[in-house]
């Protein structure tokens, strides 16, 4: 299983624009997906954090910029530079994560990242490694519009939600499920991450298919697969209906609004109720026009599962940790340092506390 993370489940940084995410956005979690409705395991699926860059330019890359993050009467945000330094960069919004929400929401913003004083060396060797890093566009649009990172300052923000749990693998890449093998952001991490385990799993999935542990195993899956394609097909077939894009906009705003910065257990049960609806409503009466719409879709079908994951977990961890935010818990409960496990039992979700030792 190596589908990649999981993009468009929360609004991006302009709402109702889909694709302006700061990592691939036709990764939606389905490798997430298929394994939790096959029953296997899922933890960490609570955990969420957030990018940050341009301003309407949702792209990686933001410690790639040499500059101070600066307030608009060009005072420094943070404690750790005054001036454009391409080896450490400013660290403030690493430690303070949330700056450029909080400055927006108190009135104090916007925030800049002002590069002005870097030598024209600098600024090259900047730009070089934002090429390197997927930006040229930004790059090329900035040279077009006549914007300089030498001359003016650049407004940040921070960008939309992003997943970090995923499926539950061990070290060899096997999961839960016998037979099945996952790696790299299918849980969390980068490319070298992704490499490494890839690797470890391909090779723990080549031993195993060796084996005769996996035959005649197919036809218990067949009923579930005419269901599939029974759904699919009616999608193909209708003639009014929503669009896949309608119910992606409608989940995010749901994600967003009851299991989002801020969560309650109050918020949770009524967010859950507003999701099963909107599941009912989608797989009911979603329209697909071609094959590319019916992909789309399907990956609409794969975050609802994943979202409801995610707020079952959500409602489940009883404190505040790291981006996990309960206000009707705002204290961090050393005794819940554990994985939170979801998973699938005879189509019901089951949820388990484990160790990290485990």
């Not at 060009?74 to 400013?90: L, R, Y």
């Not at 999701?275 to 609802?304: D, F, M, P, W, Y």
């Not at 050393?334 to 189509?347: A, N």
Request: with cysteine; proline share 4%.
């Amino acid at each position: 299983m190596g589908t990649g993370g999981c993009c468009r489940l929360y609004p991006s940084s302009t709402p109702g624009w889909l694709f302006n995410l700061p990592i691939c956005p036709v990764v939606t979690g389905d490798g997430r997906a298929m394994t939790y409705r096959a029953g296997g395991e899922l933890f960490d699926m609570e955990f969420t954090g957030q990018w940050a860059g341009l301003k309407y330019f949702a792209r990686a890359g933001k410690a790639t910029w040499i500059g101070v993050l600066r307030t608009a009467d060009d005072k420094p945000i943070g404690p750790f530079i005054t001036k454009p330094d391409k080896v450490h960069g400013d660290s403030t919004a690493d430690c303070w994560t949330t700056v450029f929400d909080d400055y927006m929401k108190s009135g104090r913003g916007p925030v800049y990242m002002d590069c002005r004083g870097a030598s024209h060396e600098d600024i090259e060797y900047m730009k070089h490694w934002l090429r390197n890093e997927g930006n040229q566009g930004i790059l090329d649009y900035m040279d077009e519009v006549g914007i300089d990172p030498g001359k003016h300052a650049i407004e940040f923000r921070t960008y939309d939600i992003g997943l970090n749990g995923g499926i539950l693998y061990n070290p060899q890449g096997e999961t839960t499920l016998k037979g099945l093998y996952s790696s790299g952001q299918e849980y969390s991490g980068g490319m070298s991450f992704s490499a490494v385990f890839g690797w470890i799993a391909g090779e723990s999935m080549a031993s195993y298919a060796k084996s005769n542990e996996h035959a005649d195993k197919f036809d218990l899956a067949r009923e579930q697969l005419d269901e599939k394609v029974r759904l699919l097909t009616l999608m193909l077939n209708r003639n009014s209906g929503p669009s896949w894009h309608e119910a992606n906009i409608a989940l995010q705003q749901i994600m967003w609004e009851y299991a989002g910065l801020v969560r309650s257990e109050t918020l949770l049960d009524q967010g859950l109720r507003n999701l099963q609806r909107l599941k009912n409503k989608v797989t009911s009466s979603i329209v697909a026009c071609n094959g590319h719409e019916l992909g789309r879709c399907i990956e609409v079908l794969n975050l609802l599962d994943v979202g409801e994951a995610v707020m079952l977990c959500a409602r489940e961890r009883k404190e505040t940790r790291a981006k996990h935010n309960r206000t009707d818990f705002p204290f961090t409960n050393p005794l819940l340092d554990k994985y939170l496990v979801i998973k699938l039992e005879k189509d019901k979700p089951v949820l388990k506390w484990q160790d990290k030792s485990m």
